[in-house]
């Protein structure tokens, strides 16, 4: 009896070890997914393949895949890889599987993204560049075609009132000023304000979101509610998996 219990206990130790060894080892999937307001029904979003994604991350939390998905099927695939903890390459592939594009990351000595290397394999290369505050902010954007023209850039700055935080982005294209964007963020860094202005057409929008945490969570989000003049019209989902 006292070695069938010996047995049964050992038994239960490498199940234990082995689901734990699978729990550290397995990729795991974010699915996300946006819906909108149609005839007073919440409707899902099936032809931009921008809104529906499927993030995979490997056992350190590196983001190593995202899927996008068009009409329930795969659109383009990103795949990331990654040296000393920091991203260094994508590849991405269209839906038959081509390669068609590739970006690189180079850092400063303090691990600070400075510079993307963005070369879209049917014509352009394009670089990326990232400025910064002493403070370690991110301050500038800027985005430098073949011929080294920067025909786009953004400038930041930000407000800290309270627990709340408002990241104001300036974007210029051709060095005139299209569009401000002021989002203000709560104290576990979700973005509940976001403000755009068009200064070309003297035009505002405001949007407004709520959320609903993962059960037991208090930093991870299931469903984003966007609100436009305080009606609904927009919900992300994400599906952990």
């Not at 080892?25 to 899902?44: A, H, I, P, Q, R």
Request: hydrophobic letters at 35%.
């Amino acid at each position: 009896m006292k070695k069938i219990h010996l047995t049964f206990l050992l038994a239960i130790l490498v199940f234990a070890f082995s689901c734990n060894v699978k729990t550290q080892t397995e990729n795991k999937s974010v699915l996300f997914s946006t819906w909108k307001l149609v005839d007073n029904e919440m409707k899902k979003v099936e032809e931009l393949p921008h809104l529906n994604y499927k993030e995979v991350y490997d056992s350190e939390n590196n983001l190593i895949e995202v899927i996008n998905y068009m009409n329930e099927s795969v659109f383009v695939t990103s795949k990331y890889t990654y040296e000393n903890g920091l991203k260094k390459l994508m590849e991405q592939y269209d839906k038959e599987n081509k390669l068609i594009r590739t970006t690189s990351f180079d850092y400063d000595s303090e691990n600070r993204l400075v510079q993307e290397n963005i070369n879209i394999l049917s014509d352009k290369i394009l670089l990326m560049k990232y400025y910064y505050h002493a403070n370690g902010s991110l301050i500038k954007k800027e985005l430098i075609d073949s011929e080294n023209n920067i025909n786009e850039y953004w400038n930041y700055s930000y407000q800290t009132e309270n627990t709340y935080k408002t990241e104001t982005e300036e974007y210029f294209r051709k060095n005139e000023l299209a569009m401000v964007t002021k989002t203000v963020f709560n104290e576990i860094g979700l973005e509940i304000e976001k403000t755009k202005i068009y200064p070309d057409k003297a035009e505002e929008t405001k949007m407004t979101y709520q959320y609903e945490m993962k059960p037991g969570e208090s930093i991870d989000w299931i469903v984003k509610k966007s609100f436009l003049n305080d009606s609904l019209v927009i919900e992300n989902r994400k599906l952990y998996q």
